[in-house]
């Protein structure tokens, strides 16, 4: 699953990206592209532009969600996806129709993960046998459509013991791009002295941790009728980065490449604050030698419902360019939608087409196709 070492590294961007303005949106366009590249002379710049474009590829989606049959099956009476998602549509799901909507948005491959409300629901045993078979079921459909997909594999949180060993599986046997978390526990956040054994573990390994909201044991009702999407997932997020944070998580495994969904939710909002508060704390110099910013920037983050100009104002101000990574939120979110707002964000050619391919390919080489 590794790329092949003679491969360039992903080409200048830019050009990718104003080709993709310019023309061949959706499947028509592309295929009309390749015929109007076959006409144009050799050497021109239409020519050149579109095999530049198909040199540099499409979108890679770090945020896309499958719903495996047995698992929707076993699990149907616990999860509860609000009216994002019907309950016909989620039966039936299938990864064509996950392909269909990638072809529809040129994205060549999607990075898949679980979502709320995962795979943990008190069981030590149920977890890790709904782990295991997530994951099996996820690595079937990587072999069935090479290229396509990619996977951070699930875990039974809060159960380490468990998650230990399914971390050796999924990185060792099914060879997993990296870990997906999500933001709490039953009320445990991230930070919690008890994970810490599965973050000196996907430290050691270096591995990719990507941490998707949930809904937290305090807030489901705060506001009756508000579904969690609006701003308890986004908050929930920044609950986790801040446990992270002031655990000294963060700061003691410095090989881990975290991913956060959603933009890391309210977290570039309110950088400024938690760095005046938290990195004041009494043991704050200890915890985050390099300051909570310092820490807040070599996180990743994932364009998901925080593409409004607002929203991503903050994330650039906060994140690196290159630490900002395309996101859909399939099946949850229409990805043309948040492609569309993206495209229409002032922002140099080569920054978009950084979020939308290339830093996804810098922290995950074997995604490229
Ligand atoms: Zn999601």
Redesign the pocket.
């Known amino acids: 699953m590794t790329a092949p070492a003679s491969q360039p590294p992903d080409a200048p961007a830019a050009s990718r990206a104003s080709s993709s303005a310019a023309c061949c949106t959706g499947r028509h366009g592309f295929l009309a592209g390749i015929a109007a590249a076959a006409l144009a002379p050799a050497g021109s710049v239409a020519a050149q532009t579109f095999v530049a474009r198909l040199a540099n590829g499409k979108r890679i989606d770090v945020?896309h969600?499958f719903l495996p049959p047995q698992y929707i099956k076993e699990e149907r009476e616990r999860i509860n996806f609000g009216h994002s998602v019907p309950p016909s549509q989620m039966a039936a799901w299938s990864p064509s129709q996950s392909l269909e909507v990638m072809d529809q948005n040129e994205i060549a491959t999607a990075v898949v993960?679980v979502?709320t409300p995962g795979v943990w629901f008190g069981d030590v045993a149920a977890g890790r046998r709904l782990s295991r078979m997530w994951n099996d079921y996820a690595a079937e459909q990587i072999r069935n459509h090479p290229g396509r997909y990619g996977l951070f594999a699930v875990v039974p949180l809060p159960d380490a013991e468990g998650t230990l060993k399914e971390i050796e599986y999924a990185l060792d046997t099914l060879k997993a791009d990296g870990i997906g978390l999500l933001s709490t526990y039953g009320g445990k956040y991230p930070g919690d002295p008890g994970f810490a054994p599965v973050f000196e573990e996907l430290n050691r390994r270096g591995a990719i941790v990507y941490v998707?909201?949930t809904l937290a044991a305090c807030c489901g009702s705060v506001m009756p009728g508000l579904a969690p999407q609006a701003i308890e997932y986004p908050f929930d997020t920044t609950r986790a980065i801040t446990s992270l944070l002031i655990n000294g998580t963060l700061a003691k495994n410095p090989n881990i490449r975290w991913i956060f969904?959603h933009g890391g939710g309210a977290t570039p909002m309110l950088a400024g604050r938690m760095a005046e508060t938290i990195g004041h704390r009494e043991n704050a110099a200890a915890l985050m030698p390099h300051g909570v910013l310092a820490e807040l920037r070599k996180l990743y983050y994932d364009t998901?419902s925080a593409t409004s100009p607002a929203s991503l104002a903050a994330l650039r101000t906060l994140a690196p360019i290159s630490h900002i990574l395309f996101g859909s939120?399939y099946p949850?979110v229409k990805a043309a939608a948040a492609i569309e707002e993206l495209g229409h964000t002032p922002m140099p050619d080569a920054d978009r087409a950084a979020i939308e391919r290339g830093n996804a390919l810098a922290l995950i080489p074997r995604l490229r196709s």
Do not use: G, N, Q
């Open positions: 945020h969600h993960s979502t998707h909201p969904s998901a939120d949850f």
